[in-house]
């Protein structure tokens, strides 16, 4: 798994991301039923690291998974004000301490009250996924899932 992830987020394997949220949606469609997502929503990146690294490494399996569960999918919500460092080498205390100001969202009244599928590529402390629920709790009656 880890040579899959590396070779989707490094080496623009992004097929990889496509097959991954084909098995993964099988796995998900029962709690898909019961939870009623609304909208699939990415992990951001920043516009400069989307511009380096040319693609967002979990949109295909966002999209894999939209299609098959039959969710929106909706990659403008959220977003990344500041462009930071990677992750990949800091400690976990180091990732623990993820501004809470790196997220942010646009949001109508339309996003109000609903369940948003929440969606990163890889789960270490959780501190950028918590940086990311904090930012989408700013929609009135929200609710978020993780995975």
């Known amino acids: 798994m880890q040579n899959l992830i590396h070779n989707l987020k490094y080496r623009n394997h992004q097929e990889i991301g496509t097959f991954?949220?084909?098995w993964y949606a099988n796995d998900l469609k029962e709690i898909a039923k019961e939870?009623?997502?609304?909208?699939?929503?990415p992990v951001p990146l920043h516009q400069k690291r989307l511009k380096e690294r040319g693609y967002n490494q979990v949109t295909t399996f966002c999209k894999a998974l939209s299609e098959n569960l039959e969710i929106g999918y909706n990659e403008t919500l959220l977003y990344r004000?500041?462009?930071s460092k990677s992750q990949t080498k800091k400690s976990k205390e180091a990732r623990?301490?993820?501004n809470n100001s790196l997220f942010d969202v646009k949001y109508t009244t339309a996003d109000s009250g609903k369940h948003f599928l929440?969606?990163?590529?890889?789960i270490t402390s959780g501190a950028t996924l918590e940086a990311c629920a904090r930012?989408?709790?700013k929609i009135p009656n929200?609710?978020?899932s993780i995975i």
Do not use: M, P, Q, R
């Not at 929440?118 to 890889?122: H, N, S």
């Open 81 to 83: 004000n500041v462009y």
């Open 20 to 22: 991954l949220g084909n």
């Open 135 to 137: 930012a989408l709790l």
């Open 96 to 98: 623990a301490e993820v």
């Open 118 to 122: 929440l969606v990163d590529d890889v």
């Open 142 to 144: 929200t609710k978020i």
């Open 35 to 41: 939870h009623a997502f609304s909208e699939i929503i």
